[in-house]
Protein backbone atom coordinates (compact mmCIF):
# COMPACT_ATOMS: atom_id res chain seq x y z
CA UNK A 1 0.00 0.00 0.00
CA UNK A 2 2.85 2.64 1.32
CA UNK A 3 4.40 1.95 -2.69
CA UNK A 4 1.16 2.83 -4.29
CA UNK A 5 0.90 5.90 -2.56
CA UNK A 6 4.37 6.74 -2.79
CA UNK A 7 3.76 6.07 -6.60
CA UNK A 8 0.88 8.16 -7.21
CA UNK A 9 2.17 11.14 -4.94
CA UNK A 10 5.29 11.29 -7.84
CA UNK A 11 2.87 11.06 -10.40
CA UNK A 12 1.04 14.28 -9.02
CA UNK A 13 4.57 16.24 -8.58
CA UNK A 14 5.35 15.01 -12.00
CA UNK A 15 1.76 16.62 -13.93
CA UNK A 16 2.62 20.28 -11.19
CA UNK A 17 6.09 19.84 -12.42
CA UNK A 18 5.48 19.52 -15.97
CA UNK A 19 2.67 22.58 -15.61
CA UNK A 20 5.32 24.87 -13.56
CA UNK A 21 7.41 24.59 -16.67
CA UNK A 22 4.48 25.06 -19.22
CA UNK A 23 3.49 28.04 -17.33
CA UNK A 24 7.35 29.81 -17.15
CA UNK A 25 8.22 28.41 -20.80
CA UNK A 26 4.95 30.01 -22.42
CA UNK A 27 5.70 33.19 -20.08
CA UNK A 28 9.42 33.77 -21.59
CA UNK A 29 8.05 33.56 -25.04
CA UNK A 30 5.56 35.77 -24.09
CA UNK A 31 8.16 37.78 -22.56
CA UNK A 32 10.28 37.78 -24.96
CA UNK A 33 7.71 38.89 -27.63
CA UNK A 34 6.81 42.00 -25.49
CA UNK A 35 10.13 42.81 -24.92
CA UNK A 36 10.69 42.70 -28.90
CA UNK A 37 7.54 44.79 -29.69
CA UNK A 38 9.03 47.07 -26.84
CA UNK A 39 11.87 47.36 -28.40
CA UNK A 40 10.80 48.13 -31.86
CA UNK A 41 8.19 50.27 -30.67
CA UNK A 42 11.32 52.59 -29.21
CA UNK A 43 12.82 52.35 -32.07
CA UNK A 44 10.81 53.66 -34.38
CA UNK A 45 9.57 50.36 -36.20
CA UNK A 46 12.40 50.19 -38.64
CA UNK A 47 13.21 46.25 -38.12
CA UNK A 48 9.54 44.94 -37.31
CA UNK A 49 9.51 41.95 -40.07
CA UNK A 50 5.56 40.96 -40.68
CA UNK A 51 4.15 39.00 -43.17
CA UNK A 52 0.75 40.89 -44.13
CA UNK A 53 0.74 44.33 -45.90
CA UNK A 54 -1.11 46.85 -47.65
CA UNK A 55 -0.53 49.87 -49.63
CA UNK A 56 3.85 49.08 -49.26
CA UNK A 57 3.39 49.31 -44.94
CA UNK A 58 3.32 46.19 -42.91
CA UNK A 59 0.62 45.64 -41.65
CA UNK A 60 2.60 45.49 -37.77
CA UNK A 61 3.99 48.45 -38.48
CA UNK A 62 0.03 49.27 -39.12
CA UNK A 63 -0.83 48.34 -35.91
CA UNK A 64 1.86 49.51 -33.67
CA UNK A 65 1.26 52.81 -35.38
CA UNK A 66 -1.90 52.98 -34.02
CA UNK A 67 -4.13 54.90 -31.74
CA UNK A 68 -4.79 51.33 -30.08
CA UNK A 69 -0.69 51.13 -29.47
CA UNK A 70 -0.51 52.94 -26.58
CA UNK A 71 -2.50 53.27 -23.41
CA UNK A 72 -2.15 56.75 -21.72
CA UNK A 73 0.77 56.99 -23.87
CA UNK A 74 2.22 53.91 -22.67
CA UNK A 75 3.01 51.15 -25.13
CA UNK A 76 0.64 48.51 -25.48
CA UNK A 77 4.30 46.38 -25.85
CA UNK A 78 5.32 47.74 -22.20
CA UNK A 79 2.13 46.60 -20.67
CA UNK A 80 2.88 43.00 -21.89
CA UNK A 81 6.30 43.41 -20.47
CA UNK A 82 4.81 44.61 -17.10
CA UNK A 83 2.07 41.58 -17.46
CA UNK A 84 4.74 38.47 -17.85
CA UNK A 85 6.78 39.73 -15.21
CA UNK A 86 4.00 39.82 -12.85
CA UNK A 87 3.57 36.51 -14.42
CA UNK A 88 7.10 35.69 -13.18
CA UNK A 89 6.54 37.28 -9.74
CA UNK A 90 3.48 35.13 -9.06
CA UNK A 91 5.29 32.24 -9.72
CA UNK A 92 8.54 33.30 -7.06
CA UNK A 93 5.47 34.05 -4.47
CA UNK A 94 3.82 30.79 -4.57
CA UNK A 95 7.26 29.03 -4.62
CA UNK A 96 8.59 30.85 -1.54
CA UNK A 97 6.16 33.19 -0.25
CA UNK A 98 2.28 31.55 0.06
CA UNK A 99 1.37 29.11 -2.84
CA UNK A 100 -1.97 30.04 -2.87
CA UNK A 101 -2.01 33.36 -3.11
CA UNK A 102 0.91 33.01 -5.80
CA UNK A 103 -1.61 30.78 -8.13
CA UNK A 104 -4.04 32.89 -7.68
CA UNK A 105 -2.04 36.11 -8.36
CA UNK A 106 -0.76 34.02 -11.35
CA UNK A 107 -4.54 33.49 -12.69
CA UNK A 108 -5.74 36.80 -12.51
CA UNK A 109 -2.76 38.35 -14.47
CA UNK A 110 -3.14 35.85 -16.89
CA UNK A 111 -6.94 36.39 -17.46
CA UNK A 112 -6.59 39.98 -17.11
CA UNK A 113 -3.99 39.96 -20.29
CA UNK A 114 -6.12 37.43 -21.90
CA UNK A 115 -8.90 40.06 -21.86
CA UNK A 116 -6.62 42.92 -23.13
CA UNK A 117 -5.26 40.29 -25.60
CA UNK A 118 -8.66 39.78 -26.96
CA UNK A 119 -9.69 43.29 -27.25
CA UNK A 120 -6.71 44.26 -28.77
CA UNK A 121 -7.28 41.43 -31.54
CA UNK A 122 -10.95 42.60 -32.15
CA UNK A 123 -9.16 46.17 -32.43
CA UNK A 124 -6.46 44.74 -35.46
CA UNK A 125 -9.69 42.96 -36.50
CA UNK A 126 -12.57 44.84 -37.14
CA UNK A 127 -11.05 48.43 -36.57
CA UNK A 128 -7.79 48.59 -38.14
CA UNK A 129 -8.27 45.50 -40.66
CA UNK A 130 -4.80 44.60 -39.92
CA UNK A 131 -3.07 41.56 -38.36
CA UNK A 132 0.30 42.08 -36.82
CA UNK A 133 1.81 38.50 -36.16
CA UNK A 134 3.81 39.66 -33.04
CA UNK A 135 0.70 40.74 -31.10
CA UNK A 136 -0.82 37.53 -32.05
CA UNK A 137 1.66 35.53 -30.89
CA UNK A 138 1.50 37.46 -27.92
CA UNK A 139 -2.11 37.21 -27.36
CA UNK A 140 -1.69 32.82 -27.98
CA UNK A 141 0.69 33.10 -25.06
CA UNK A 142 -2.02 34.77 -23.20
CA UNK A 143 -4.40 32.46 -23.70
CA UNK A 144 -2.14 29.40 -23.20
CA UNK A 145 -0.91 31.05 -19.45
CA UNK A 146 -4.82 31.89 -18.77
CA UNK A 147 -5.90 28.12 -19.30
CA UNK A 148 -2.44 26.66 -18.05
CA UNK A 149 -2.77 28.97 -14.36
CA UNK A 150 -6.28 27.92 -14.38
CA UNK A 151 -5.75 24.43 -14.55
CA UNK A 152 -2.85 25.13 -11.63
CA UNK A 153 -5.17 27.87 -9.51
CA UNK A 154 -7.89 25.06 -9.41
CA UNK A 155 -5.66 21.95 -8.48
CA UNK A 156 -4.96 24.04 -5.59
CA UNK A 157 -1.11 21.98 -5.48
CA UNK A 158 1.87 24.03 -4.29
CA UNK A 159 3.96 25.16 -7.11
CA UNK A 160 7.38 23.72 -6.17
CA UNK A 161 7.56 20.99 -3.70
Known amino acids: MEGSAQQSAARSRARRD ?3 IAI ?3 TMIGFL ?3 FLTYEHYNGLVGLPCVGASHGVSSCEQVQSSAWSKVDGVSVAVLGLIGYFGLWVSYWIAAKIN ?5 AMGFCIALI ?3 FSGYLTFREIFTLHEICEWCVGSAVCMTVLAILTAIRFLRGEPAVS
Not at 99 to 103: S, V
Open 99 to 103: GEIGR
Open 33 to 35: DAA
Open 24 to 26: FAV
Open 113 to 115: GFG
Open 18 to 20: WLV
